[in-house]
């Protein structure tokens, strides 16, 4: 009951704002920032699903009894076995020791997280 409450008040509110935005023709911007605002909460939650927390990942360890990761032969951070013979990582492309396949869609080109 109360929700219902809440949702017909903001219903009314809303309602009210547009009438406000439409006489003083300014509905089209407010429509602009309404899809600003939509893109951006979808970017922060595509953002958080893709690029996630790297650090509690160690599938690449070898299991051995000293926690060192045995595929980082330079210990740079990265793994060894994505680089080419000439020791460069072709994965990190902007050199900031994670490896940038998940850079190549759309979102994380424009925003960087």
Known sequence: MMMMMMMVIVMIVMMMVIMMMMMMGMLMMMMVMMMMVMMMMLVM?????????????????????????????????DDDDVCNSDGYDYDDDDDDGDDDDNDNIFFFKMFKF
């Open 45 to 77: 939650t595509m953002g958080i699903k893709l690029n996630g927390d790297r650090d509690d990942d160690d599938d690449n360890d070898n299991d051995s009894d000293d926690d060192r990761d045995n595929d980082d032969e330079d210990d740079d951070g």
